[in-house]
């Protein structure tokens, strides 16, 4: 390994703990972190093709090849069918336990993410991402965040079963940043 690799390495292990240390709503961590060893990253990174190419979605492709390239991938993800107790409201239910009864109903999971999710959950996904993107930015490690690897490696299984939503941050120490100047997805 190189001093950059290693380096990079290290990173994704301070993005973990600004993720963890983000703040959550009533101080309760339902956010699941991993960082991929080079075999998970690249059955991602296959996984990405083989989703694109059957559903038709460019992005993926683009994407795949991104992750595949990567020194490092991190990981971010929630258990949103956690309910804060709040009855909030921004799920779209009008209590918690009308959110709890509509998500113990669904039986199949049909789409990248595991619906319903608890709003406020999401919310404290969003932050736990942006820390961590924040982090590897303030070391100078070029990331990007993605929807696609996130939903793929939850797919998989990388972040367990109770894992409803995740996004993933590759992370790349080149001369040039391989996230930009990106081919567009057709």
Do not use: W
């Not at 993720?19 to 998970?40: M, N, Y």
């Not at 990174?45 to 083989?50: D, P």
């Not at 991402?129 to 939903?151: E, L, P």
Request: hydrophobic letters at 45%.
């Amino acid at each position: 390994m190189t001093a950059e690799k290693d380096a990079v390495a290290t990173v994704a292990g301070l993005m973990a703990l600004a993720a963890r240390t983000a703040p959550k709503a009533k101080g309760q961590d339902e956010i699941i972190i991993t960082v991929l060893s080079a075999a998970q990253k690249k059955k991602v990174a296959k996984a990405m093709e083989e989703f694109g190419t059957k559903n038709g979605v460019g992005f993926f492709l683009r994407d795949a090849g991104n992750v595949a390239a990567s020194d490092a991938c991190i990981v971010i993800g929630a258990r949103g069918r956690v309910f804060v107790g709040i009855n909030c409201g921004a799920c779209g239910y009008p209590s918690c336990a009308a959110f709890a009864k509509a998500a113990g109903a669904v039986k199949k999971q049909t789409t990248p993410f595991a619906g319903p999710n608890c709003a406020v959950r999401m919310a404290d996904l969003g932050i736990a991402v942006g820390s961590a993107a924040k982090t590897a930015q303030i070391h100078n490690v070029d990331n990007r965040v993605m929807y696609s690897a996130g939903s793929i490696a939850m797919a998989l299984g990388f972040l367990g079963k109770d894992c409803t939503a995740a996004y993933a941050i590759p992370l790349s120490a080149s001369g040039k940043s391989i996230y930009f100047d990106r081919p567009s997805p057709k």
